[in-house]
């Protein structure tokens, strides 16, 4: 059974900068796909951005130039130094990742770290 764990969410200024991490364990032959994705409240759940396994990132518009996701494949990490936070940027920040064991594919879930972003 994989797990991911996620670390590094909590309260911050306007303006300032956390890190999150995520920490995939268990029987992993591959990932592909690692990402971040947030829920605000009365809000669906979206995503903020996503790396490949080759490196290939990708962003939602409204974190361009503020957020960026890198990986230790050696860890099975995945990080998101975000900068610059807003207001809006308050939601529960959750950990996906797209690993295959053999032909078949999986997309297991962190269990989410709550990233407040004060005015």
């Known amino acids: 059974q994989v797990q991911l764990v996620e670390s590094g969410g909590g309260l911050v200024q306007a303006g300032g900068s956390l890190r999150l991490s995520c920490a995939a364990s268990g029987r992993i032959f591959s990932i592909n796909e690692m990402g971040w994705y947030r829920q605000a409240p009365g809000k669906q759940r979206e995503l903020v951005a996503q790396?490949?396994?080759?490196?290939?990132?990708n962003y939602a518009d409204s974190v361009k130039g503020r957020f960026t996701i890198s990986r230790d494949n050696a860890k099975n990490t995945v990080y998101l130094h975000m900068n610059s936070l807003k207001p809006e940027d308050t939601a529960v920040y959750y950990c996906s990742i797209v690993y295959f064991n053999g032909p078949a594919a999986f997309r297991p879930w962190g269990q989410g770290t709550q990233v407040t972003v004060s005015s």
């Open positions: 790396i490949t396994s080759g490196g290939s990132t």
